[in-house]
């Protein structure tokens, strides 16, 4: 069953400091996104992409954040100067046209944490 | 503004009895739903989903309802099993071409043995 990969599945860093995050979504899946979990809430969208350009992102998305997909496989999140609230779990995920139900699919994350 | 919410964020049930977990949702406007499962480190899992101009879909163990006069989603697992134990959360995707989903809070579903 193809799947969305994240790495890597845990990521400390010195808040200030910039992180990427990487993201393997389904190979024939035209849109991605990343959402995030802050411990013990709820998933938050933060953008989505397509076309090789951002569709939608959320207040939370900003300028601090950008994504990219740089080659036919990748796509990435980067997060410029991290601060101690930007400490979550990270979800990639990518869906096909339709969007729906088995076609929206969710990586395991990575979980980020800002020391 | 527009929330997805659950009514409940703990729910213990034995195992073999049915489990009902339920929403509310505030869009109006939503016209598709779906419940995930997330298990510890991982990553929301796809249970079942419905669209607004249904009330009801079953599919294996599990039923979704939705009720759009009260704005209301659950979802019921027949015979909980202990592989059930996990956070479920509904999300809704707004009409038209956004595609990002907006997760309720999740509950807490614990299988006693």
Redo the contacts between chains.
Sequence with gaps: EPE?TQTPSHQVTQMGQEVILRCVPISNHL?F?W?RQILG?????LV?FYNNEI??K?EIFDDQFSVERPDGSNFTLKIRSTKLEDSAMY?C?S?DRA????G??????TRLTVV | GENVGLHLPTLSVQEGDNSIINCAYSNSASDYFIWYKQESGKGPQFIIDIRSNMDKRQGQRVTVLLNKTVKHLSLQIAATQPGDSAVYFCAEKGSGSARQLTFGSGTQLTVLP
């Excluded at chain 1, 809430?41 to 969208?45: P, R, T």
């Excluded at chain 1, 969007?99 to 088995?102: A, L, N, V």
């Excluded at chain 1, 929206?104 to 994350?109: K, L, N």
Aim: aromatic share 30%; net charge neutral.
């Design positions: 969305v849109y996104y959402y809430q709820k998933v938050e969208f989505s569709s939608e959320s979800f995920a869906s969007g729906r139900g088995y929206y699919t969710f990586g395991s994350g």
